[in-house]
């Protein structure tokens, strides 16, 4: 069989799509994801539904001055996002437009969505949020109709991250020959050469990818909960750059690269996809060999000399078994972790290491969800590795998006802390010591 063209020249939506494998399928409905039994959210309540009309060309804001062909893309701040249902949330070209994506695929009238000026997903006739049940009595069509709309939403969200947060797509392994399947993280243009900070975002692990905190939040409350925009946008604000890792892009189908799905059930579709061939992209095989590789050939060869972890779910794990792997790199560089939701484990990763327990203490906060106020400390049984505090809420999947501001004030802190000690420790040339060499 002939293997498949590199992933620069793969087409962009749907052709060559398949379902991701049995297992890794997240589901739509409100039932617990990340293994902890934590419930996820419902969707939003329909009072909270915009009813004014949505463009069927445009979800975007209206300028308020005639717009250029070369007009810049931007973000909008995050301190808008506060309250998110207020104020516009993205200000962008009209091109980047998640309807534009589904219009160039078969699914134009199974599919009639696409993001508001507040980054919610609605109907663009009813203005309605997102339904599951499009067909009656039918799961399976329900399902893989959810699933196309997921992968149309990682397609539109890697748009944001080049288009909007302005970042480099960087194909990994970097060795890799013109016919070998590859994987791909984001990084700002001066990551790896800026001497100051560098932020890197790990994600949970999922059926979604680069960028976003979650899918099911993306499509039930908006891309200003679900994605990792407004993490970027302050990180390249405050901060020298930032690296946005991709450890969920494990596997490529060898098979359907060449095939164009179709969206009916009939037999032979489902023997199609039933007889799906994955293949293990190296260096990515899974989210610790992704992190590992990426530390490995970039972060732990940049010129930042501080650099702090935002980690979630199941990316906590993976962050802590690059630091049981790579103990003194990862010690030296790295100042400061945020965990949100972890699902690490210190005593069972650590093996004991008092050390590397001593380091997590002190380097490392948690935000969990949680009923208590925002930054609030939570106490814990199961763990007493860190600092511990609420996240300001109990849904899971918007934890991220509720303690955004208090986690970057606590990596200013902490950065500044850093600085401070190393001023007092270094030491300091006086006219008599330079007299007496």
């Known amino acids: 069989m002939q293997a498949p063209p590199p992933p620069a020249q793969l087409p962009r939506v749907l052709p060559g799509w398949a379902p991701p494998p049995p297992g890794l399928v997240e589901p739509p409905a409100a039932t617990p994801r990340n293994g902890d039994n934590r419930p996820s959210s419902p969707a939003p309540p329909p009072h909270e539904l915009r009813r004014s009309p949505v463009s069927r060309e445009l979800a975007l804001p209206k300028p308020s001055h005639p717009s250029t062909p070369h007009e810049k893309v931007r973000l909008a701040s995050p301190r808008s996002l506060k ?20 219009e160039g695929s078969e699914y134009q009238e199974e599919l009639k969505y696409d993001f508001n000026i507040k980054g919610e997903l609605r109907h663009l006739d009813t203005n309605e949020s997102f339904v599951f049940n499009y067909y009656k009595n039918a799961h399976e069509q329900n399902h893989k109709r959810y699933q196309v709309l997921g992968h149309l939403i990682t397609q539109y969200v890697y748009e944001l991250l080049e288009r909007v947060c302005m970042l480099q797509k960087v194909y990994i392994p970097t060795d890799a020959t013109e016919d070998e399947p590859r994987s791909f993280f984001f990084m700002s ?67 359907t690269e060449k095939e164009r799905l179709s969206f009916s059930t009939s037999q032979e579709a489902l023997t199609s996809m039933e007889s799906t061939w994955w293949v293990p992209k190296r260096g990515s095989c899974n ?10 050939h970039f972060i732990s060869k940049s010129a930042a000399k501080n650099v702090a972890f935002i980690a979630h779910g199941y990316g906590g794990l993976v962050f802590v078994d690059l630091l049981v792997q790579r103990k003194g790199e990862v010690m030296n560089k790295v100042y400061s972790v945020a965990f949100i939701d ?23 906060r948690e935000w969990v969800s949680n009923s208590k106020p925002l930054d609030k400390a939570v106490g814990s049984v199961m763990k007493l590795n860190c600092p511990t505090v609420s996240a300001g809420t109990e849904k899971y999947g918007l934890a991220p998006s509720c303690c955004l501001h208090s986690i970057f004030k606590y990596l200013k ?21 330079t007299s007496k060499k």
């Not at 309250?83 to 589904?102: A, T």
């Not at 925009?229 to 991709?246: D, M, Q, R, S, Y």
């Not at 989210?287 to 490995?296: F, I, Q, R, S």
């Open 413 to 433: 802190s902490t950065l500044k802390a850093k600085t401070a000690t190393a001023s007092r420790q270094s030491p300091v040339a006086t006219r008599s010591r």
């Open 287 to 296: 989210p610790e060999e992704h992190t590992m590789y990426v530390w490995d």
């Open 189 to 255: 243009e001066n990551a790896l050469t800026s001497s100051s900070s560098l932020i890197v975002l790990l994600q949970d692990r999922g059926v979604f990818r680069a960028g976003q905190w979650g899918q099911r939040i993306i499509i039930s409350e908006g891309l200003g909960h679900g994605t990792q925009t407004p993490f970027i946008k302050i990180a390249l604000e405050n901060h020298g750059g930032v690296i946005v890792l991709n450890p969920n892009d494990n596997f490529i189908d060898l098979k």
């Open 342 to 364: 972890s699902m690490h484990n210190v005593w069972h990763q650590t093996r004991s290491d008092p050390q590397l327990q001593e380091w997590i203490k002190k380097h490392c």
């Open 83 to 102: 309250p998110l249902r207020e104020k516009n949330w993205l200000q962008i070209k009209h091109k980047l437009s998640l309807r534009n994506l589904i």
